[in-house]
């Protein structure tokens, strides 16, 4: 039970380039969520899913699209990177109660 | 909008102090409130989940309680130890969307 798992674990892009970060659970949860992570801000959510073929805006979604296509990854794309867009993002996904989080992709746009 | 305040940003102790972690929030109807530390470079690991329902939850060396009319929970670490710092949040989810709010952490250094 790998839980979790983010893929890449380090990314750097130069502004205007694309990328998918992938996550994947092995724990059959429905939820899924996409965070960033920033000095000072805190967690802040980007997207999210309630199951296969459902995404939904969260608190930060511009700039970033997502997909469910299966129920266990959930994938966060970026079409033309920014600066602004130099995070850390976590995925995770919950039970009806509890949250699990993905190690993280540290990104920085050059 | 759900707002979530951790006070202290961040905290220093010696080792073998029991000590308390604050987190308030500022809407009352919450589903859940749950308690994560994340170490240097890390992602989040599930430390205590409380139920809008209960009042407190013990494991270990932790205990968390929640008291939800006034907005409040609070981490108790007993005989804190050097492997004990890191940086320690909360997170409050809703009643109806499922979406969480999380605090900006308190940050704890226990020295030996």
């Known amino acids: 039970n790998a839980g979790v798992t983010q893929t890449p674990k380090f990314r750097v892009l130069k502004t205007g380039q694309s990328m998918t970060l992938l996550c994947a659970q092995d724990m059959n949860h429905e939820y899924m969520y996409w965070y960033r992570q920033d000095p000072g801000m805190g967690l802040r959510l980007i997207h999210y899913?309630?199951?296969?073929?459902?995404?939904a805006k969260g608190e930060v979604p511009d700039g970033y699209n997502v997909s469910r296509l299966k129920k266990q990854n959930f994938l966060l794309g970026l079409e033309s990177a920014a600066p602004s867009q130099t995070s850390v993002y976590f995925c995770?996904?919950?039970?009806?109660?509890?949250?699990?989080f993905g190690p993280g992709t540290r990104l920085t746009v050059t | 909008k759900q707002e979530v305040t951790q006070i202290p940003a961040a905290l220093s102790v010696p080792e073998g102090e029991n000590l308390v972690l604050n987190c308030s929030f500022t809407d009352s109807a919450i589903y859940n409130l749950q308690w994560f530390r994340q170490d240097p470079g890390k992602g989040l690991t599930s430390l205590l989940l409380i139920q809008s329902s209960q009042r407190e939850q013990t494991s270990g060396r932790l205990n968390a309680s929640l008291d939800k009319s006034s907005g409040r929970s609070t981490l108790y670490i007993a005989a804190s130890q050097p492997g004990d710092s890191a940086t320690y949040l909360c997170?409050?989810?809703?009643?109806?969307?499922?979406?969480?709010?999380f605090g900006d952490g308190t940050t704890l250094t226990v020295k030996p």
């Open positions: 995770a996904s919950r039970t009806a109660y509890e949250q699990y």
């Open positions: 997170a409050v989810r809703d009643t109806n969307a499922g979406k969480s709010t």
């Open positions: 899913s309630v199951g296969e073929g459902t995404t």
